[in-house]
DNA sequence: ACTTTGACGACTG
DNA sequence: GCAGTCGCCAAAG
């Protein structure tokens, strides 16, 4: 592990992964629960970074569970990122997750909070 | 030390 | 529904 690593896994992204980590197989939570849940109430955008660093360094997150506004996949994450033709949606799909029409998620349905079963 | 950028979100017009 | 603005906090330049 390199120093990057522990550096960065020290800081408080560790409290956002251990939020990613607690969403159930087939569950998902958009990246404004996630910063709440973790502590950072109007952090999305720290949530995205975090989970972008686990990229980086390797570490094991089920980061496909993290999906934006309403259950809306960004665009980019779902192209771009594809290590092998694997996309956040299909991810998704495997795990029992529907979407609507318009690629949305009814997190009514599929949303999961800390305190949600 | 300062500025820009980013897997985002809520609010406004 | 869409475009613009601001807020958040950490990383990168």
């Not at 522990?6 to 958009?30: D, E, L, N």
């Not at 570490?59 to 309403?70: A, E, K």
């Amino acid at each position: 592990m390199s120093r990057a690593e522990r550096a960065i896994i020290q800081k408080s992204y560790t409290k956002i992964y251990a939020v990613v980590r607690k969403i159930p197989r087939g569950r998902v939570m958009t990246y404004g629960q996630v910063a709440t849940a973790a502590g950072y109430p109007r952090a999305a955008r720290l949530v995205g970074t975090a989970l972008r660093a686990t990229q980086l360094n390797k570490i094991v997150v089920p980061w496909q569970r993290v999906v934006g506004q309403r259950g809306r996949n960004m665009a980019q994450i779902a192209i771009k990122d594809a290590v092998g033709g694997t996309m956040q949606k299909k991810l998704l799909m495997k795990e029992g997750v529907r979407f609507t029409p318009s690629d949305g998620i009814d997190l009514d349905w599929f949303g999961w909070t800390p305190r949600s079963r």
